[in-house]
């Protein structure tokens, strides 16, 4: 039995306590069950993509793509000219780009073209275009048409409009790029034709490479003939520079030595000697001001000081001197610190310290003066080197005039020089080139005919139309679960409305008449399949309907329940008979009311002829409440007592019989009799009669179709009654496709384990749609 099935919560709750549904940011689950459910969708529309895909394939014109590749290495020509350093990134892809539109020119694909004699081809000039170009030139016609633009074909006699055609063909159908991080370009050429497509190719590249000899060739001789005639000029400009320097020079007495003036050398010498004198001038001044500020300040400082002066030209007087001092120092501490500073030894002691700072003081006075007399001497060297660089200034100065005249002349006939020099090794390096037929390109790859299409890829294309196919049959898929607003699962009962669930009815499709050996109708079979097959889940949920009823009603001697519905067709009449014989099967004496005063729908679903019917009787005036009981039709093997009506709408004020005294009265006499008294009433959606007859219930069992009765109809007519909802003992979902149930249920749920409760059933569930012969003769068999 379903988990469902079994688990009692009460009922009467009524939707607004329907438990509160938690979001989730992404429901994996419920993106399966999806799946599941619309998979066919999405297969059938992926089959629809791979058709078409198949389609355009067969009437396709196929294009073929021949390569090759040109390498760009300027270290080719290095036989004529020098390695260049390898250029920077930029005015490398400079380069390279500059290449690529050479080979995208019109007048490389017009030496392409006159190669090849491609304007004699109308095949290549005028193609057999392919359905895309058929259509998309229909289209344009027609634009230019409405436009008021008239076409204007080539006149292909002429030969200059058949080259210019085919140069554009040829452009349009070319495609150059640059290999990433090299200096390789690909060329492609597509064509309908192989072999055309890779002769194509092949000739762009001797084409471009051609061309690029050519002028290259042209370049160094236009070159070569300028710079000879440069060179004949700058030869003369330099002779005559050459002339001007070596005149002035002896009209100016400039004798050089070494590269140089003697006055120049002189000065340069004396200006040295100034420098170093100065400098020894500036040391001793600085030594002979230190000792003398440390003598000044007494003979304290002189012994405080003798540590920086020890350091100086290495006075070994004063490091000694110093070191006795402090070794005295040091004796007298520790005496003083034993015995006290009036102990004989330690004054003994100071006094000799005393003395050795009198000898330190007396020798920095003496090097005192030796300092000062070493500042006078340098004082004096400097003075005199100064005269003798006054005097050579004086000698050289008009000399220098003279000079500053020199040296530019000597400039100028240097960078004349230069500069012919240059231009000669330029001029040989061109004659150079123009022997050598090499460019700064190569093929490093020929085009050889394709073997496959690159146009259109066949498994791309299939794939991309499955794909398509796939994408639009999800949609599809997305929009029919956007419209997904029914009863599917007793998730949707018990969240969205807040009523127990009280199981599944499985669609009972009946077989076809064929044969003609059963003597019971198709119909009369679903309205009693509980009692054929007792052991078969359409029966369980019926079963399972009694024990809430018995559970939540126990209280009540007799119970009457009610069974309606929001919508009509939705199967109740179907479930209020087969409720019914089950409980009389169960020796309960019970009665069946078809309280549909305006349809009748049950008595006809079980061939009643009927005379007069509940609606009469409640008619009657003036009333007779006994009248009921002759009515009452009693099926003889489950003793099921079924009070029929009617039907006829010549009551329009049905929902005043079915809640009048007469009806109360009706069921006041049958609870004295019966244990369970089962109402079909009119649905809750069209008419008020079931509204009308809830005060004379004592509960309701609600039947919705699976797939079919919308959520928000069901929960807005329940909260609209209230005192409905309050007696709702549960709700049956009747019709439900059992082999799909599964895709609308989350891994683990009961509906998703369906199959495994099959075992527990006395018929396999697919008993319903396939074994009715079976059952015919069983209840033919209680009929008799």
Known sequence: MQETLLTFRGGGSGPKNAEPEVEKFIDL??????????????????????????????????????????????????????????????????????????????????KVVDSLHLYDNYAFIDPSPSMFARFKSLVKGTMDLIAGRGGKGGDFSNENVRRGTAVAVLLDNLRVEQEPQSFVVNLFYTSTDPVLASAIANAYAEAYLSDKFDANFDASQRATVWLRKRLTDLKDQSQEASLRVERFRSANHLTATKGALLSEEQLSDMSTQVIVARAQSAKALALYNQYKSIVEAGQQSAVDNAATVSNQDSPTVITTLRERYHAIEKRAQEIEDKFGSAHPQAISLRSEQNEVGRQIYNELKQMTESYRNQYEVAQSWEASLKDGLLQVTGQTSEDNESLVELKNLE??????????????????????????????????????????????????????????????????????????????????????????????????????????????????????????????QFTETLRHAKIVADTMLGYQQCKVIGIASVLPGEGKSTVAANLAALLASTKARTLLIDADLRKAALTKLLDISVKTGLSDVLALQPPQY????????????TKLEILPTSGSFQYPNTSDLISGVAMARLLEDARTTFKYVIVDLPPLGPVFDTKAFERLADGFVMVAEWGETPRSLVKTILEAEPQIAAKTLGMILNKADLEKLYTYSSYGSSEYLLARFSSYYREHRDLERHNFEEVQKIISAIDR
């Open 411 to 536: 400039r100028n006939a240097d960078a004349i020089s230069d500069l012919y020099k240059t231009y000669l090794t330029r001029y040989q390096e061109t004659a150079q080139n123009q022997s050598f037929p090499i460019t700064e390109a190569r093929v490093i790859s020929t085009a050889t005919p394709p073997t496959e299409a690159s146009s259109p890829k066949r498994t791309l294309l299939l794939a991309g139309s499955l794909l398509l196919g796939a994408l639009f049959g999800m949609g599809v898929g997305g929009w029919r679960e956007f419209r997904e607003v029914t009863l599917r699962i007793g998730e949707d009962v018990s969240r969205t409305l807040g009523i127990k669930f009280l199981g599944y009815l499985p669609r009972i499709v009946p077989p076809e008449e064929s044969d003609g050996s059963t003597e019971e109708s198709p119909v009369i079979d679903i309205m009693r399949f509980a009692t054929a097959a007792p052991g078969s």
């Open 29 to 110: 689950d419920h993106l399966l069950q999806m799946f599941r459910r619309q998979i066919r969708i999405v297969l059938l529309f992926a089959g629809i993509g791979l058709l078409i895909g198949v389609t355009n394939l067969a009437f396709a014109t196929y294009y073929y793509t021949a390569g090759t590749s040109i390498l760009l290495d300027e270290n080719l020509n290095r036989f004529g000219s020098e390695i260049s350093p390898a250029p920077a990134n930029m005015e490398a892809d400079k380069k390279i780009m500059s290449q690529v539109a050479i080979l995208k020119s019109s007048a490389l694909a017009a």
């Open 626 to 637: 006994s009248r009921w009981r002759d009515i009452i039709v009693v099926d003889g093997q």
